[in-house]
Every structure is written in structure tokens, then in C-alpha cells.
């Protein structure tokens, strides 16, 4: 995700309090600055609207944009201020932490000058009283160094901070600022005496804010981190395994044995270059910093750490640690360097296997960038998105590009959905040692004209291309080159509908297919159920909502309508296309206010899978066998299976009660379909009343009203009143004969 700088202003239309119509207020703004520099604007408009506005800044124009550059000060996850001061040695630091949400994951190390770091999980070092109340004050020995982590949930990154601790402080305080909510509600006291706002968020935290904005204070007690970095892994060594079960992380390097592992440097760029081209899977780091004496010795130390790192995580060679091969420029680089312009010193690039250069960062080898190259880094998914989406553009701009290579080119990008969404490496901008990354350039009109001939041209295929029919799938399931390259989502087009026509007509050849396809090795793509699949896409891609009208966009009904015709003539449909054709049906049926194609598919659909209620359980159970596979996006258990096809035959069967009031022969079927709710669902009221009223409505009024009863003795506190009067009002009717 590239890191945009967010110029946000907090609207939040909630009414002024009272005391505003009683007192006079002296200003219409108010201001406040907090210890960590953080400024916030306080402003009260007419008709008692107000708003916050959090974040302040220069601008610039550039061209025919403006350039906004946030200059608040971020409030960091660790917070650290000194309370006491003294000029009396001591050998202890009281460590105090403002903290409300526990200590899960948060560890501190103490390190003093070169020594190994010491770590501790700070929710082993807290004491608890009685009553399970923590007390957040501890002492720990001074130390030079304080390191504060956090491990966060899940795979969030880790947070690490590391502070430098003056011999003069004896007392700090650590807030722990985790990610803020947004505020909901809030109060304000006006202080008349002092002209100012005392503003109370429901959390009960006051911020003060002051008629006159405030200038910071350049002597705040605020300890600013010597480093503060993020990491995906994170270990040391005695840790806990049953944390995450991470590995050492690169701060913990040093300290690992030597292995085996060794990383074969080539003696020059083109050698490098042919074995990253014959490795196949690598990218090659590549070091310039002629002006340097130490450059040799900075770069083995990264190929040192690499080697160390690599042999540690695995006892035998694994492909999936060993991402880059690495390389430092001489003398005999030059011309190539000011080929590419790149004669900065130093400079730090990645090429792919054809020596085209992806990334490149004004910066020498320092920790954050060694960081990068190790595996667990996002910065190697990144450089995969670029080089897929680098070589998308020129495959489709070559007009020598033949057929397979443009399938292979739409395949490529579309797979790099298993990577997950692009928030994989944050590009901080106007940081000038930030890696920064080549500009693929392809128009988006051009890339769909490609796919869109490509499509048409492969309508005559005998057989079947796998690899077009996997990029199809993830296109029409907006997980295709549209996101991917272009970052867009979209309903399905004219395109997409020819695109699922392949799918159709190639139905059994590709089902036959799909398992050996899906075992290969590394396989970025499934194929699930063809049915499945595009059932699914049916129901959840054929309309969008466009803010800027106010209306929705939708995809061309009669095509969706024959799209369902086209798999059911196939007759190799499951449980999920079903499910998905019948929410289709529901849905026109609403809006036609007809349900008489929504009924006679069901119809349909009963006599040939559930037959009749005697035998129900059984077909049932049938059917629940191969409902589900390994694509499936709706999992039921066997329980939600049974409720979900009670609800349908009530649904169907009401719809006939309702609109089919008259047509005996659909009543008498509604009773069968009726009856078959309750069988998976005994006791409903709402079955019941649906069954009543179709015997009724049938001529068997005696046995409406015993059902109807039951309707109303099972009724529950969990059933809406009005309902419940409405179930009660119909048995009252039929009783008295006025139903």
C-alpha cells in the first residue's frame, strides 16, 4: 500500500451541548497541543454543528497538483516521558505504564552499551493483587538502552522501539497507544473563568482546548526512540515458543552459529545476472558506493547476516528462504551504472533475471535495508508484483508478442492474488533513501481491447487452454489483472459474460482437469465446481453502488438470465448453484412482485432431489455429500444444511399461500413442500402457521385449526409481537369461519 499522505478533517455532526445556548462564548475556536506536539482544532459553527480538524501541514503546488505534507507529529505506539530527574546515582529505573488494554504481547529488553539484550515478557514481570488488578509500576536495573516491543495479533508487524535512558532520569512513563477507535460521543464543560473547553470522550480521556493556538514545547519531557522499526518476525533466544513460534529475528543475528550455508558471489555484473536468470525464482541485489573505503566490508556483512539467517531457519537447503542473489559494483560497472543512471554513491538496486532494475534506494547498506532481504519481508512481495505487472505491460505492448505468451502474461498477474492485497511494502514519500520502484506504463483501455480480443480469438478452441481458463477465473472474480494491475473492481461486462461462455462450453473438460491442475506443486491457482464458481460471481459481481450518483450499477440482466439457463442445460450443478439461483429467483420475484418462475423452478428442483417428505432425510443426506469442496465460500455443517432447506420449503410454500391462493393443484403441492419444513425443523410457529393456512385454503379447515394452535403454543419471546398477534389474530379467524 503505498503510503499516501491522508489530509483528513473529522466531521462529526452531533450536537453542541447545552451550555452553549446559556453561556457566551469569547471565541469560535479553540486549540489544543498535547506533550507529544500533536495539534487539534476545535471549531463551532452556526446552526450547533462543530468540527475537529487533527491534522496540519504545508502544501506545494506541482503542476497541475497539490502536494499536501502532514506536518502533526504522529503519535508512536510507545510513548516514554522521564517524571523524575535527579543528579543522585542510582541503580534502578521505575518503569510506570499507562496501559488499558493488557499486556499481551508486549516484552521489554534492556542492553547496556554492546552486551546481548536482555528480554522479558513484561506480563510475567507485572504483579496482580487479589483481586486480579495489575500494578503497573515496576523497577528494573538501570540500563543504557530500553527496547520496547510489541508483538501485536495475528500477523500484524512487530513494533520495535529502542530508547537511550540519561543517567540523570530515575522515573519513566510509558503509554501504550493503540490504535484509536474513532470517538462516538463526547461532552464539553465550558470554563467561563478561563475561556476554555474541557472536551470528555466517553473513554474519559479530557483534551483542553485554549482560545489562542499553542506553541510546543522544545524542552517536553517526551523521550524521542534511537530506532523504532517493524518486522513480520521476531525471536530471541529462551523465548516462549508458544507465542507465534517466529524465528530469530535480524536484530538476534549476531548472536546465531555459524552454518554450512554459503552464498556463491559472482565476480562480475553479467555473471550475476546470468545465474539470477538461471536460479529463475531470485531477484539480484545490487551495491554501489565507490566513494566508500568501508563499502566491501558493509557488504559482507549483509552476505554474512544472509548466510547465518538462511542456515538457521532450516537444517536443509529450502528454496522459499533464499530470495536474492547479491553483487558490489567496481570499477569495471561503470558504464553500465551511468547506462542506467545510476552514479549516485551509494546507491542500492534490485534487478529481475533480465538485469532490468525494479527498485533502487540513495542508501547504503543500513539495518532497515538489510531488513529487506530477508524472507519474511513484504519488501520481496512487492518486488514480485513489480516485476509481474513490469512484464504484463511489455507483453502486451509488443506487438510480436504471440498468443500463449499474452495468455501467460494475463495468467501471471492474476496469480499474484495469492500474495494477498498490495499493502505488502509502504513506500514513505519524500523519504529520499526510500526504495523506490520502476512505473510499468499500459493504458488500462489497452489492456482490456488485448483481453477482450483475446477472449474472442480463443471462442473457437476445441480444448480447452487451462492457463486462459484459470486467468479467466480470477478476472470475472475480480481478483484478476483489473485489480491486480490496475487496482479497480468492477461488475461483470460483455467481455466477462464471452469469458464464462468458454468456461460453459469447455464444462466437463475442464471438471476433468481441475484435480490434476490444483495438485501441482505451487499451483497460485484453484479451480473449484465450475457451477460453483460461477454461481457465485452471478450473485456477487453483477452490481456495484456508485457514491458519486447515488445509484447502482448493474450488468445486463438477460445475460445473467441465460448465464443460469446455459449451466443448468449442463445438468452438473451442486448445492451452492442452486443456492445462489434461488437468492436470483428471490430477489426478481421481489422486485416483479411475481413468483411464479421462482415457484415452478423449485418445483422442479424438489421432484428430482427431495422427492417427498418419507424419503427426505435420506435424499438429503445425498445431497450433503457432495455439496461442498475445497472452493466452497458457504459452508454449512449438517444441522445448518437441514435449517437452510426447512426455510426454503416454507419460503416457496408461503409464496403460495400468498400469491397462489387459488390454484388447487399448487396448494395441494404446497402442503407436501410444507410438511417437509417441519420435518427438519419440528415445531416452527412460523412452519406452522405457513402449513394451516394451506390446509385451509385446501378445505381442510379442521386440521388448520389444530395446526394453526400449534402455531400459537410454540410461539416464543424470540418472535416479533406483531407477528405473534398476527399468528393468533389467523387461528381466531378460522375459528370463528371469517378467515
Known amino acids: 500500500m503505498q503510503n499516501y499522505c491522508y489530509f483528513l478533517l473529522l466531521l462529526l455532526f452531533l450536537s453542541v451541548p447545552s451550555f452553549a445556548q ?14 507529544s506536539g500533536r495539534r487539534m482544532k476545535f471549531n463551532l459553527l452556526d446552526n450547533s454543528k462543530f468540527e475537529l480538524i487533527t491534522l496540519y501541514g504545508d502544501y506545494e503546488v506541482k503542476g497541475d497538483s497539490l502536494l499536501f505534507k502532514n506536518s502533526n507529529v504522529d503519535v508512536p505506539f510507545f510513548e516514554v516521558k522521564y517524571l523524575k530527574k535527579t543528579s543522585i546515582a542510582s541503580d534502578k529505573i521505575k518503569l510506570s505504564f499507562q496501559n488499558d488494554h493488557g499486556f499481551y504481547g508486549l516484552y521489554l529488553g534492556t542492553q547496556d552499551g554492546t552486551d546481548p539484550i536482555q528480554y522479558q515478557k513484561i506480563s510475567t514481570i507485572i504483579e496482580y493483587n487479589s483481586h486480579g488488578d495489575a500494578n503497573e509500576s515496576f523497577d528494573i536495573k538501570r540500563t543504557q538502552y530500553l527496547y520496547l516491543i510489541s508483538e501485536g495479533f495475528d500477523f500484524e508487524p512487530r513494533k520495535i522501539f529502542k530508547y537511550e535512558i540519561p543517567d540523570t532520569i530515575t522515573e519513566l512513563k510509558i503509554n501504550v497507544n493503540y490504535a484509536p477507535s474513532g470517538i462516538k460521543e463526547f461532552s464539553c464543560f465550558y470554563d467561563k473563568s478561563k475561556n476554555q473547553l474541557l472536551i470528555s470522550s466517553t473513554s474519559d480521556v479530557v483534551t483542553i482546548f485554549h482560545p489562542n493556538e499553542a506553541v510546543a514545547d522544545s524542552n517536553n519531557s517526551i523521550i524521542q526512540p534511537l530506532e523504532k522499526k517493524e518486522v513480520l518476525s521476531w525471536t530471541y533466544p529462551g523465548k516462549e515458543t508458544d507465542d507465534y513460534g517466529d524465528v530469530a529475528s535480524p536484530q538476534e543475528i549476531s548472536d546465531l552459529p555459524d552454518t554450512d550455508f554459503k552464498l556463491k558471489i559472482e565476480k562480475t555484473l553479467d555473471d550475476a545476472i546470468k545465474q539470477t536468470k538461471t536460479d529463475g525464482n531470485k531477484f539480484l541485489a545490487v551495491y554501489s558506493d565507490p566513494k566508500n573505503a568501508e563499502a566491501q566490508a558493509e557488504f559482507d556483512n549483509l552476505i554474512e547476516k544472509q548466510q547465518r539467517y538462511i542456515g538457521y531457519i532450516s537444517s536443509t537447503y529450502e528454496p522459499q528462504y533464499d530470495l536474492y542473489n547479491f553483487y558490489l559494483t567496481s570499477k569495471d560497472d561503470e558504464n553500465w551504472l551511468k547506462k542506467n543512471k545510476m552514479t549516485d554513491s551509494p546507491v542500492l538496486m534490485v534487478l529481475d533475471k533480465k538485469g532490468i532494475i525494479l527498485a533502487w534506494a540513495k542508501s547504503n547498506l543500513s539495518p532497515d535495508k538489510i531488513d529487506k532481504f530477508m524472507y519474511y519481508d513484504s519488501f520481496n512481495g512487492k518486488l514480485k508484483r513489480t516485476y509481474l505487472k513490469n512484464n504484463f505491460a511489455q507483453a502486451l505492448n509488443n506487438k510480436d508478442s504471440k498468443d500463449a505468451e499474452l495468455v501467460q502474461a494475463f495468467y501471471n498477474v492474476s496469480a499474484l492474488a495469492s500474495l494477498g492485497d498490495d499493502y505488502e511494502y509502504s513506500e514513505e514519500y519524500g523519504n529520499k533513501d526510500d526504495f523506490k520502484f520502476v512505473k510499468f506504463d499500459l493504458d488500462q483501455k489497452k489492456a482490456r481491447q488485448v483481453w477482450k480480443k483475446l477472449i474472442e480469438t480463443h471462442q473457437n478452441d476445441i480444448s480447452p487452454d487451462i492457463v486462459l481458463v484459470q486467468a479467466i477465473l480470477q478476472e470475472i472474480k ?16 460483455e467481455t466477462d459474460f464471452k469469458s464464462i461462455d468458454y468456461l460453459i462450453k469447455h464444462y466437463i473438460a475442464i471438471d476433468a482437469k481441475r484435480t490434476e491442475c490444483n495438485d501441482q506443486e505451487n499451483a497460485s491457482i484453484q479451480i473449484g465446481n465450475l457451477s460453483t464458481e460461477i454461481s457465485n460471481v452471478l450473485q456477487n459481481s453483477t452490481s456495484s453502488y456508485e457514491a458519486e450518483n447515488g445509484r447502482y450499477k448493474k450488468s445486463n440482466e438477460k445475460n445473467i438470465k441465460e448465464t443460469y439457463g446455459k449451466i443448468l442445460l449442463i445438468d452438473q450443478v451442486n448445492f451452492e448453484f442452486y443456492r445462489n439461483y434461488f437468492l ?46 475445497s472452493t466452497t465460500l458457504y459452508y454449512y455443517d449438517w444441522k445448518g444444511f437441514k435449517e437452510y432447506y426447512a426455510n426454503l420449503c416454507n419460503e416457496i410454500s408461503w409464496a403460495v399461500t400468498v400469491l397462489n391462493s387459488k390454484d388447487l393443484i399448487y396448494i395441494k403441492k404446497a402442503i407436501n413442500w410444507s410438511e417437509c419444513s417441519l420435518v427438519l425443523n419440528k415445531n416452527n410457529p412460523f412452519y406452522l402457521d405457513t402449513l394451516a393456512q394451506l390446509y385451509y385454503k385446501d378445505d381442510q379447515k379442521q386440521k388448520a385449526i389444530e395446526t394453526q394452535t400449534l402455531a400459537v403454543k410454540y410461539l416464543t419471546a424470540e418472535v416479533e409481537e406483531e407477528t405473534a398477534i398476527e399468528i393468533k389474530e389467523t387461528l381466531s379467524k378460522m375459528q370463528n369461519g371469517t378467515y
Open 22 to 35: 446559556q453561556e457566551t462564548l469569547k471565541s469560535k475556536s479553540y486549540y489544543s497541543l498535547n506533550d
Open 478 to 493: 475480480n481478483a484478476g489483472y483489473t485489480k491486480q494491475v490496475y487496482s479497480e473492481r468492477k461488475i461483470l461486462d
Open 584 to 629: 436470483y429467483l428471490a430477489d426478481n420475484a421481489e422486485k416483479t412482485n411475481d413468483n411464479a418462475v421462482y415457484i415452478q423452478e423449485f418445483e422442479k428442483y424438489f421432484d428430482k432431489y427431495l422427492v417427498n417428505k418419507e424419503n427426505l432425510i435420506q435424499n438429503l443426506d445425498k445431497l450433503y455429500d457432495n455439496a461442498f469442496d
